[in-house]
Every structure is written in C-alpha cells, then in structure tokens.
C-alpha cells in the first residue's frame, strides 16, 4: 500500500511567487516523523524541513514551511519567494518505527520548474 | 567536513557478476542506510543498520546483501547482479529517533548488462 503520496508530478511557479507542494501520507502509528527532501539537477539529496508527529507548531526554515494537518494526514511542503535555484525534484519521506528500529519511506516526488 | 561518501560513482557491469558498493560516514552516526531511486517511484529503502552488527530489511531487499561490521561502513553487496537492479543507488547515515536528519552520500549510477 502507498504510504506516502505525492499527487503533482511536475509544477511550475513564477519566480518570486509562492508554491505548495502536496504530501498526504498513511500509518497507523502516532509516533513519527516527517521530512522533505530536495533533490536538484547535479543528484545530491538536500535535507529541507523536518515535522515530528507530536509537534503542534508547523515548522518553518527560511523560505520553506510545512503545513501538517494531521487529522488529514497531510504534511504540505510551502516555498514562498521562489527563486530559480528552487528548480528541482522534491520529495516527501516519513520515517516510522518498526521491529527492526526506523524505516523511511519517500513519496515519488514532484518536479518543481521555477519560471523567470 | 562531515560527509558520507560512496565508491564507485559510476559502475558497468554484466548480469551475474557480484559488487560491492562502498558506504562510509564520519560523523560517528549510528542509523546507516541504502535507497535505490527509479523514475515515478522515488526513494526506496533496501537496507538499514540500526548499529554495528544490527541489519534489517527495507522495502526492497531481494538480490541485495549488507554487513555492518564496523560503525563508519555499511557496504552494499550485489552477489549476482540482475539487469532489474540498474539504479540510482544512495546511502545515508543519522544519529538514532525519528527526527534525526539522514545525511545522504553523493549515489552511485549503476548499470547492470
């Protein structure tokens, strides 16, 4: 079953505008933790935000804050002032405890194309 | 510099001839993991070591083997590799809990005749 669903496979913002990228996800657990990624055209994995289960505020970094709903499920990943090196493949990813100890799971991503 | 960091990069090989991928960290983390990515499916997890000596299978284990002997490495064992295992490979490394960020290496392409 898809745990992590990304339904946008490519979007496209103008620059300086504000975009929102959606991640809803399923588990029946109620410890664990939310990540978005960055992936740019060179390859690297770019750690951008982090929201844990138990957090009641959303959590902001710089220009990236995520909307959790977490009765819905939901952990929106909102990049305000976008900027043309914000041109990238994004991913959402939760990371759950099991038996064994932490297993992370990523959605298929969403391609973000900045235009100028 | 705090890193991780993968060997080889780039790797051609032929259907049933057994790799290692090389993963190592210096940042005395615990957690260590490997992902493949593939077009339209994202990150998917194959193995992950919760410590030295400690191993568990992701989502996508088969045809793959790791070892987790020392705390810095966790190498990727392909015994004999299959032309469905073409992939963007990448290992990652954390400290332990559920917010810890996982610090990825740079991946290694490889492509499997």
């Known amino acids: 079953a898809q745990k992590i669903t990304q339904t946008q496979p490519g979007m496209f913002v103008q620059e300086k505008e504000a975009v929102t990228l959606d991640c809803t996800y399923d588990t029946s657990d109620q410890s664990y933790g939310l990540f978005w990624y960055k992936q740019p055209s060179s390859g690297e994995m770019i750690f951008l935000i982090y929201q844990g289960s138990y957090d009641e505020q959303n959590a902001t970094e710089g220009r990236y804050s995520l909307n959790f709903q977490k009765a819905r499920k939901s952990a929106n990943l909102v990049i305000s002032a976008s900027q043309l090196g914000d041109s990238a493949m994004y991913f959402c990813?939760?990371?759950?405890?099991?038996?064994?100890?932490?297993?992370?799971?990523f959605g298929a991503g969403t391609r973000l194309f900045v235009k100028a | 510099e705090a890193q991780v960091t993968q060997n080889p990069r780039y790797l051609i090989t032929v259907t049933g001839k057994k790799l290692t991928v090389t993963c190592s960290q210096n940042?005395?983390?615990?957690?260590m993991s490997w992902y493949r990515q593939d077009p339209g499916l994202g990150l998917r997890q194959i193995y992950y070591?919760?410590?030295?000596?400690?191993?568990d299978k992701g989502d996508v284990p088969e045809g793959y083997k790791v070892s987790r002997k020392e705390k810095r490495n966790f190498p990727l064992i392909l015994e004999s590799p299959s032309p469905n295992q073409t992939s963007l490979y990448f290992c990652?490394?954390?400290?332990?809990?559920?917010?810890?960020?996982?610090?990825f290496g740079p991946g290694t392409r490889l492509l499997v005749l």
């Open positions: 990652a490394s954390s400290l332990q809990g559920f917010g810890e960020t996982q610090y």
């Open positions: 940042m005395n983390h615990e957690y």
């Open positions: 070591s919760m410590n030295v000596e400690v191993t």
């Open positions: 990813a939760m990371r759950e405890l099991y038996t064994g100890g932490f297993k992370t799971i």
